[in-house]
């Protein structure tokens, strides 16, 4: 008899440990490292020594533009370039929280947690999160990403995606036969967001589900869609760099996949008293990896009369805190 009750807890503790390192699996490395950092704003430093700002930065003026006019105009060409590394911090926020999409609910639920929202993100209702810090502000919209009895593919989800009674109320899980290696969801009602688990409007109770299942309930919650605007402000005696990135609708599960979180600028004041900067071309995406690709072309207005004409290369820009 003591043997087969050993045997019994040692098939549970195998249970609980093949469940939790199939949980680790559904975190990407790189957001745990994030986690770690605890980098809850877009903040940076200064630019490794190593980096040559000859050729991540590129200026040539009018040949007759005075040497303290131009340094003007350098000055603030550099402190644009700073400001652009606010798309690898707020660029890895949003990670966080499009992978939180993709295990959050699933690990909540196990961990008797009723909210998976990730650190340095508040949710603002109608479906709306946001986080700020540093120089930038962050507002994030998640999208349904298939039809559903309660609305269609592209409609706003107008509730909190993060929160455990959004799908079921009370939900919690047991493993009644642990040498079966599945589990039961059960729950006291239905949520807003049932249907997103995959098992219908009216889902069982309980849900029956193995490992596999609940990678796959992670990757439908992950299908949702999302996009974000971003408003990052610096100022500074007569300076001002102040500019609007809106990142192009996507699904969480592809920028977690390696596919790109395009940035595009759509509105842009960097200026002193005698310079002002205005954007010519723009191409900038966003990799989970934590690199930032493209480049932006540009004019210095410099005293009216003359000009420069500069590039930046995003690849090299300075890196936030933690790299």
Known sequence: MSHRHGSKEQAVTNEVLELGMHLNSLVPSTLLVLSSLGLGACVLVEPADDVNDEETLRLACDADVSVQLQAEAEILVESFRTSLSEMIGCGRLTSDLAGGVQDGIITAIIENRG??????????????????????????????????????????????????????????????????????????????????????????????????????????????????????????????????????????????????????LDSLVARTNDTEIEVTDWAAEFFSSGNVEGSTSFEVIVDVEWTCDGTIDFPDLPRPSGD
């Open 115 to 264: 909210d998976a929202t990730p650190a340095a993100w508040t949710y603002e209702g109608d479906g709306v999160f946001t986080t700020q810090g540093g120089q930038a502000d962050i507002r994030t919209q998640f999208y349904l990403g298939a039809d559903f009895e309660f609305g269609d593919e592209g409609d706003p989800v107008e509730h909190n995606v993060f929160r455990v009674d959004s799908y079921l109320v009370g939900a919690r899980v047991a493993v009644p036969n642990p040498l079966s290696f599945e589990a039961e969801l059960r729950y006291d009602e239905l949520g807003p967001l049932a249907e997103m688990l995959g098992y219908g409007a009216e889902p069982p109770n309980p849900i029956i589900v193995d490992l596999n299942a609940l990678s796959t309930i992670g990757n439908r919650l992950a299908a949702l869609h999302f996009e974000s605007d971003i408003s990052v402000v610096e100022a500074a005696g007569d300076e001002t760099i102040r500019y609007d990135l809106h990142t192009e609708r996507m699904r969480s599960n592809a920028l977690l996949s390696g596919a790109p979180l395009r940035y595009r």
